[in-house]
């Protein structure tokens, strides 16, 4: 799944990737180095391809295996009376013997077993691999999320700044009291604070990313400030809920170790069962010498003996044991239909958590546009009555802190909502590279003024 999905979207990327800078990185970009250098990601390819060789070695079982055995003896024979009396005789033998199961029903049910798991290994690499896009993704928005952060709080001690300087005049003018200056100094040395907050949270969260791609990212690309986020496809709740009760990959892979118990319990039950395989053999099986210290002795020609014949083994008495091992894979297979259930109810839980977290998402980041907005005018219209001296400079000061906050809380909603769409497609087992594409169709270079702390990026 993994290397096709990455195929489909090679042009889409490289489309992508030319629109960019040199310099500048895109979430596909990241997402391509995560695929090669996640160590997660490939610890669960490494135990896929494990697991799928369970199938070959039970089929093995089935099929017929020959062994040779060969051996050499030395015989060495003294008489009590006289132990310089002696003979000795030495002996070589050797064998081919050819068995193959005829009648096994433990190895069959361990067969069928086997590709139980192995299609339970194919459903974790595919999780491990939905886990992978909402972990880059996850990391990457949680880059820009605090550099969205940290911009906002250089605006705003910009503006606090500049704030504090007017203060400072109005009182070598004698306009004002000290108290605009202290207040001002006072929301200064709070935003301060904030901005050493916020380059910690954007020195861990760049960690995070680095430890997925194994290297500092650089400049990334950002969320387009006039991007409308898509809605649900379809926007149903009850189609996404149908949806994840089956394919959910949490409930296929319970599904599947439902079965894998199945199968173990039959296994056990086979302890009960006769078994029949054949037998052919040849070789030497005589221990004639090859020759002998005796002069007139004459070993002959050695024998070839060769058998061919059926084997039927019968279990009569295991001392309970094998019916213990059937209560307890029944206790174990009742335990797992109901973990099968729990993770049905967990899937649609899940489903209608994070569809309510796109649809109120959506919602909420209109509400902030327009809060935004407002907040701008509200400034606005402070400066303009601290100016004619209808406003003081707290007024200005709380318009300003207003602002950034409501820019800030904007541009948390809309990476949250964004994941919140992944989340939901991955909880109905539809994540795919393709949506990192889609995703990445929203990004776009930084502008040159974004370093600077002059532009928030909403």
Do not use: C
């Not at 929301?187 to 301060?192: E, H, I, S």
């Amino acid at each position: 799944m993994a290397k096709g999905g990455w195929f489909r979207a090679l042009p889409a990327f490289l489309l992508a990737a030319g629109a960019l800078p040199a310099h500048a990185q895109d979430l596909l970009q990241v997402w391509e180095k995560a695929l090669q250098r996640d160590p997660i990601y490939a610890a669960a390819r490494y135990s896929r391809s494990a697991d799928q060789e369970l199938v070959p070695q039970a089929r093995a079982r089935l099929l017929p295996y020959v062994t040779a055995e060969a051996g050499a003896g030395l015989d060495d024979t003294r008489r009590a009376s006289n132990l310089g009396d002696s003979s000795r005789d030495r002996s070589a033998l050797w064998a081919l013997t050819l068995t193959q199961p005829i009648i096994d029903i433990g190895a069959w049910d361990a067969y069928k077993q086997s590709k139980f798991i192995a299609g339970a290994a194919d459903v974790a690499q595919a999780a491990a691999y939905q886990d992978l896009i909402l972990r880059v993704s996850q990391a990457y928005f949680d880059v820009l999320a605090a550099q969205d952060t940290l911009r906002a709080l250089q605006a705003e001690k910009d503006a606090i700044q500049t704030q504090l300087r007017a203060a400072r005049q109005s009182f070598e003018l004698g306009s004002t009291t000290i108290t605009d200056t202290y207040e001002a100094q006072a929301r200064l040395d709070l935003v301060n604070a904030s901005e050493l907050q916020a380059r910690n949270a954007l020195q861990i969260s760049e960690d995070g990313l680095a430890r997925i791609i194994a290297e500092r990212p650089g400049e990334l690309a950002m969320l387009k400030p006039d991007t409308r986020l898509p809605a649900p496809d379809p926007n149903r709740l009850d189609d996404w809920t149908v949806q994840s009760s089956h394919a959910n990959l949490g409930v296929v892979r319970a599904d599947l170790a439902a079965k894998v118990v199945e199968k173990e319990m039959d296994i056990a039950k086979s302890g009960h069962y006769p078994s029949l395989q054949l037998e052919a053999q040849t070789g030497s099986a005589t221990n004639r010498g090859i020759y002998s210290n005796t002069s007139n002795s004459d070993p002959g020609p050695r024998s070839l003996e060769s058998s061919i014949g059926l084997r039927l083994t019968i279990p009569l008495f295991a001392g309970g044991g094998i019916s213990s091992q059937v209560r307890e894979q029944a206790s174990r297979l009742q335990q797992a239909r109901y973990e099968f259930e729990s993770a049905k109810r967990q899937a649609v839980q899940d489903t209608q958590r994070y569809f309510s977290g796109v649809t109120s998402g959506l919602a909420q980041v209109e509400v902030l546009r327009a809060a935004e907005q407002s907040s701008r005018a509200a400034l606005d219209a402070n400066l303009t009555g601290y100016q004619v001296g209808v406003r003081v400079n707290i007024d200005v000061l709380n318009a300003q802190q207003q602002l950034y906050e409501t820019q800030r809380s904007l541009a948390r909603a809309r990476y949250d909502t964004l994941m919140s769409s992944l989340r939901l497609k991955a909880s109905s087992g539809i994540l795919k590279s393709e949506d990192i594409v889609a995703l990445n169709q929203l990004l776009s270079p930084r502008p040159a003024t974004a370093g600077n702390g002059k532009t928030t990026g909403q």
